[in-house]
C-alpha cells in the first residue's frame, strides 16, 4: 500500500501535482467546501529545510488551538501526519501549507453535523530572495489598512486575510515588509511577520490581545530571549516606539529573521550598535542551527 502511494505521489509530482486533499494526490476540492465558502478554516506554513519540518508540533498544536477556537471537530491528527509525512517524503528544501476546512456543507452558516473536516496539504517553493534579505535588512513602510479587533479569532490564522493581503498589497516596489496597526493606532505586527523592538537593554513586541498572529518563531524567540535574561516586554508599540527603537526586526517561520534597515526608504541610525548587533546575531545563529539540526520529519 506504501509503495503503490509512492509511486502515485512520484507520478503526479512529474505532473506538478504537489497538493494532498484528504491523502489523495489532487488539485481541486467541492466548491461546496467551507473553506471557499465561508473561510471557514485555519491554515499552518512550515519550513523543511534539509529535509527536516521546523517545529512540526507546534504548528500543529497551534492549528489544533484554532480548530477549537473556530469548534471545528473531527481531526484526525496521527492521520494528518501520515499525510505530512506521505507529501514531504523526500524532500528537502520546501515550504508546506497545511489548511484545515470544515468540510462541504449547505447553504447557510450552520456547523450542525458538520465533524467531517477537509485537509490539504501543498508545497511551494522557497523564495530565492529570502536569504538576501537575511544578511542584507529590510526596507519597510507604514500600511493605512487597519486590523479589526477580534478577541474570539486572535492568535491563530483563519482562512479569512483579507486585512493581510489588502495590507500586503500597498507595499510599494523596493519595499519588503509594512508595519500594520489596529484600529486604535497600536502597531501589531508586519502583513506577514511578528515584530520585534530592541530599546536599550530591552526587547519589545506588541501586545496580540485583539488581533495578530502568536507566530511559531515568535514564540521560539521570546523563549530564548527569557532564557538569556534579555528584558522582554509585551505592550502596546505606537510610531514613536518605530521611531525611538535601536533595532527593528520582523519574523516568521519562512524568513526567520529580517532586521530593518531603512523605514519609508530612509536609512535609520542604530543606537548602541554593538549590543543590539549581538541580540539580532545570537538570534539568528539560534534560528540557522534550528533550521539545520532540527529532528527530521520522517
Same mark, same amino acid.
Given at each position: ?83 505530512? %509525512? ?77 486585512? %493581510? ?134
Amino acid at each position: 500500500m506504501a509503495l503503490v502511494a509512492l509511486t502515485e505521489r512520484l507520478f503526479l509530482r512529474k505532473s506538478n501535482v504537489e497538493t494532498l486533499v484528504n491523502g489523495k494526490f489532487q488539485d481541486s476540492l467541492p466548491v461546496s467546501d467551507r473553506g471557499l465558502q465561508y473561510g471557514d478554516g485555519v491554515w499552518e506554513t512550515l519550513l523543511i529545510s534539509s529535509g527536516k519540518i521546523i517545529l512540526l508540533d507546534e504548528h500543529l498544536k497551534r492549528l489544533q488551538w484554532g480548530c477549537h477556537r473556530l469548534k471545528i471537530t473531527g481531526l484526525d491528527e496521527a492521520l494528518l501526519r501520515q499525510e505530512i %509525512q506521505l507529501i514531504s517524503n523526500g524532500i528537502n528544501d520546501r515550504i508546506l501549507k497545511i489548511i484545515i476546512t470544515r468540510g462541504s456543507g449547505g447553504r447557510g452558516y450552520s456547523m450542525q453535523g458538520l465533524n467531517n473536516p477537509t485537509r490539504l496539504l501543498s508545497l511551494h517553493s522557497i523564495p530565492k530572495t529570502i536569504d538576501h534579505y537575511r544578511n542584507s535588512g529590510i526596507n519597510i513602510q507604514y500600511c493605512a489598512t487597519l486590523l479589526s479587533h477580534h478577541p474570539q479569532l486572535s492568535g491563530f490564522k483563519t482562512l479569512n486575510c483579507l486585512e %493581510q493581503v489588502l495590507a500586503r498589497s500597498e507595499l510599494a516596489n523596493g519595499y519588503q515588509e509594512g508595519l500594520v496597526s489596529d484600529i486604535h493606532g497600536n502597531i501589531i505586527e508586519g502583513t506577514m511577520s511578528n515584530l520585534f523592538l530592541i530599546v536599550g537593554e530591552q526587547v519589545i513586541t506588541p501586545l496580540l490581545t485583539h488581533c495578530g498572529i502568536q507566530g511559531i518563531i515568535r514564540t521560539y524567540i521570546m523563549s530564548l530571549l527569557v532564557n538569556e535574561n534579555i528584558e522582554l516586554i509585551e505592550r502596546h508599540v505606537s510610531e514613536q516606539d518605530i521611531k525611538h527603537a535601536d533595532r527593528i526586526f520582523f519574523t516568521n517561520s519562512v524568513i526567520g529573521l529580517w532586521f530593518v534597515t531603512k523605514i519609508n526608504n530612509v536609512e535609520i541610525s542604530t543606537l548602541k550598535e554593538n549590543h543590539n548587533c549581538k541580540i539580532i546575531s545570537y538570534l539568528k545563529s539560534k534560528i540557522s542551527k534550528l533550521e539545520s539540526n532540527h529532528q527530521k520529519s520522517n
